[in-house]
């Protein structure tokens, strides 16, 4: 039986308390060894020749000079690695074989005893192309008669059963749930139809990818800098033709990821190098490389279309959402399922239809960025709301106070959702926004403007696993696959969680490194799931080991299990405070008499519903653990050269229990100004010959130390969590409302449409003057006309039937 724990109050409270980074100092001072900082004995050198054309049939490819270079002991290419691999469908490559499909795709890669020589061997290869017509938009891949990228796309293993795929589009979900076409056909409706587009954009975390790959006892290991150490595992091992239990994973902190870590990446490329040589490998990406084939942000095209009533009802609703997923479909097909979570989200909705697309281009792929999906998404349908609220001339606080969704209404999927929880925030930020004036004005000849912005944003809340062990001086050490990316949670919500748990001081719990050969398995750090999903996972084992704590300090104090108390400090008899041992005592004397004291914890989501027959190829019907954010956003514009001056910006965030509130308080302040540069200037854009044109931040405009702008924040307690001690992951949704918080607060101020992200000073000027309109050709203004399936079959399906 598990002893309860008392409950801490004051100095000895470890949950809710502003517990300062433990690894900070080492950061600061650059002590911090990063995977791009450990050398290894005999190491080499990779480089890999990359295609310098967007989309060729390869005639031919000669390594023989590379392979007589100085240096070299090794060269791989796609005959040593003829697999595929990917996300929802096996479609990536690990080398460009027979054929291009963008610019920067791998043809060879090298290991050397130098990078300079391994680099000057890579430019040796011989490769002769024949170019094909390339398709570097949306709009020429979806064109009729275009050619297929794939063509050989219906051949793929699906990795995920469920999606529609065709031709050039990689992977199709759908929403339907209630009858649109009469809700469009009420004569009580205002009708509302809106365009927008957005850019890409690069996560530039400081470290590169990065990777050191060698085998020991006849196995391989790989140390990377990743978020997702299962997925290198599993990854590596699939390209490589061995067994998963044949890779162990090792993970140093990462310098940064944001979600371009996400997937598998350039480790079986090492590991190739590594078998090939039987020495360590290093490949780590130039600023260069990870400029032009990162896994940016996709760009978006978006469609929508509302009925609403005068009184602000929406009773129907239709979109169309385009994601440009590259050459190759990767995270874009499951993302395809997060639309019915963020563009269908944030509002009651009488019936939906909505379909996502992830379309094939010869680009660099994409992949997840903070908040993936949902930075667009929240964009489009906050300024759609905007729109509605113009168009039915209600104030827009008011509209939203209305419309939000509350406990039992259902989501575009037909989930339940729980609590009242969107409609207090929004009251919440009307009375942070009295309290907190701005301090900055607009300057003469300036356009003021000012928006609120709501976005739903919800935790992968995944499979995890976690063991504590119990040291015989009292301290505990927490194993588990968690990656400490930069955000914290693995040094300091985690640890106060376990702290708490055991009435142990902060510092005395040792979080290990991922390690996958320590730890069972984990879904990965994103999607904001690490203080939820590894953090329960912790709790639970946390309790496993109390559960043995207790039957020893019984032994020990001569007391019943049950009347053992676990506090802060000691452990105690229930009623007898005289009599108590401490941690210490008991682990010394468990590991004496029955051996030392572990416990171990799992955790995975409860499988939420959806309404049946709704939602077709999504990876997730409905969310188990939502979460929401209210931005408000202040602006002054300059009419002449639609250059945005943020006076102030205040958050609302629901983080259902905040562990550590100067933690999430940091996550917010840095998610709000990366936001920024989304919303103002960062974007990746193309040559006419298919390369980025960004090469690095000489020519990639990140936010620097001015753009920055002091949040307001208030973290709103309380919400329904499922999480540990009612936590919510906060790293995720502070990028979510930004965009729109900013396009909107800019219509309010220029009175332009703003539909179009970033909002460059051009932009805004070409936006304002109308000389700039999204137009988007490319998608039909009928929803009937944008997907694979056959709508009437939809429709059966969600249960919607029409007469002749």
């Not at 790989?222 to 091992?237: D, F, K, L």
């Not at 409609?423 to 003021?448: I, K, Q």
């Amino acid at each position: 039986m598990t002893a309860p724990t008392e409950t801490r109050t004051g100095a000895g409270t470890v949950v809710g308390a502003d517990v300062p980074r433990r690894d900070a100092e080492d950061k600061i001072r650059g002590w911090t060894q990063f995977t791009v900082d450990r050398a290894h004995k005999r190491m080499l050198y990779a480089a890999i020749r990359r295609a310098d054309v967007p989309a060729a049939r390869i005639v031919r490819i000669d390594t023989a000079p590379a392979r007589a270079m100085p240096g070299v002991h090794a060269v791989v290419t796609a005959a040593d690695a003829p697999g595929l691999y990917g996300v929802g469908v096996a479609d990536h490559p690990l080398f460009a074989d027979g054929v291009v499909r963008y610019h920067g795709e791998p043809l060879v890669a090298v290991a050397a005893e130098t990078l300079p020589q391994a680099r000057a061997a890579a430019a040796a290869v011989e490769v002769e192309l024949t170019p094909l017509p390339a398709h570097l938009t949306m709009a020429d891949a979806l064109a009729p008669g275009a050619r297929e990228i794939h063509p050989d796309w219906a051949s793929y293993e699906e990795l995920v059963a469920g999606g529609t795929r065709c031709g050039n589009v990689a992977w199709e979900a759908t929403v339907v749930r209630g009858d649109t076409d009469a809700a469009f056909a009420r004569a009580d409706v205002v009708v509302v139809e809106s365009r927008y587009s957005s850019g890409r954009q690069n996560q530039t975390p400081l470290e590169p990818r990065a990777c050191t790959v060698w085998t020991e006892d006849g196995r391989l290991v790989v140390e990377t800098s990743t978020q997702n150490p299962w997925a290198v595992r599993n990854g590596t091992a699939r390209m490589l033709g061995i067994r998963p239990a044949d890779v162990r994973v090792v993970v140093p902190p990462v310098g940064g990821g944001f979600g371009m870590k996400f997937e598998l990446s350039i480790e079986p490329v090492a590991a190739l190098l590594a078998r090939a040589s039987g020495r360590p490998v290093r490949l780590e990406l130039s600023r260069e490389e990870e400029m032009r084939t990162a896994l940016s942000r996709e760009n978006a095209d978006i469609w929508m279309r509302s009925a609403v009533t005068r009184d602000g009802e929406i009773v129907g609703r239709e979109a169309v959402v385009l994601m440009d997923c590259g050459a190759y479909g990767g995270e874009q097909t499951f993302l395809t399922s997060m639309t019915a979570h963020t563009l269908g989200a944030n509002y009651r909705l009488g019936s939906v239809r909505m379909v996502s697309r992830a379309v094939y281009t010869n680009t660099a792929p994409t992949g997840a960025f903070r908040a993936c999906n949902g930075t667009y998404n929240t964009f489009a349908l906050e300024r759609h709301t905007d729109e509605i609220c113009a168009a039915i001339g209600m104030d827009r606080h008011e509209f939203r106070r209305r419309a939000v969704l509350g406990d039992g209404d259902l989501g575009a999927t037909g989930q339940v959702f729980e609590g009242d929880v969107l409609g207090p925030m929004l009251d919440r930020m009307r009375a942070l926004r009295a309290a907190r004036p701005a301090s900055a004005r607009p300057r003469p000849g300036e356009l003021y403007g000012r928006a609120t912005a709501v976005g739903t944003w919800f935790i992968f809340v995944g499979p995890s696993a976690a063991t504590v062990n119990v040291n015989p001086d009292g301290t505990a050490t927490l194993v588990t696959s968690g990656v400490e990316i930069g955000s914290g949670s693995t040094q300091q919500a985690i640890p106060q969680l376990v702290a708490d748990s055991l009435g142990i001081p902060f510092e005395d719990v040792v979080v290990r490194a991922a390690d996958t050969d320590a730890a069972g398995f984990d879904l990965g750090v994103g999607g904001g799931r690490t203080t939820v999903s590894v953090g329960a996972a912790s709790a639970a084992a946390c309790e496993d080991v109390k559960a043995k704590v207790a039957r020893v300090a019984a032994d020990l104090l001569g007391a019943d299990v049950d009347d053992i108390r676990i506090g802060p400090g000691a452990i105690r008899v229930a009623g007898d405070s005289a009599r108590s041992v401490t941690l210490a005592q008991v682990a010394a004397h468990a590991q004496a008499l029955t051996g030392p004291l572990a416990g171990t914890g799992s955790f995975t989501g409860r499988g939420t519903p959806a309404l049946p027959g709704c939602a077709a190829g999504h990876m997730i019907e409905a969310v188990d653990l939502p979460v929401f954010a209210v931005h408000d956003c202040e602006v002054a514009v300059d009419p002449d050269t639609g250059h945005v001056r943020v006076l102030a910006y205040r958050v609302v965030q629901d983080v259902g229990r905040a562990i550590n509130p100067r933690a999430i308080r940091g996550q917010i302040q840095g998610g709000v100004v990366q936001g920024l540069g989304y919303a103002l200037h960062e974007t990746v854009t193309f040559t006419a010959d298919g390369q980025v044109a960004q090469s690095g931040f000489e020519t990639y405009r990140v936010p620097l130390a001015g753009d920055a702008v002091a949040v307001d924040v208030d973290l709103y307690e309380g919400a329904p969590s499922m999480g540990p001690r009612g936590a919510k992951g906060a790293g995720e949704v502070p990028i979510l409302n930004v965009a729109a918080a900013v396009a909107c607060a800019v219509a309010d101020a220029t009175g332009g449409p703003m539909n179009r992200i970033p909002l460059t000073p051009p932009t805004v000027c070409a936006l304002a003057d109308g000389l700039d309109k999204v137009e988007l050709a490319h998608i039909v203004p009928d929803w009937r006309g944008n997907v694979l399936t056959p709508p009437d079959f939809l429709e059966a399906a969600a249960g919607i039937t029409r007469e002749d």
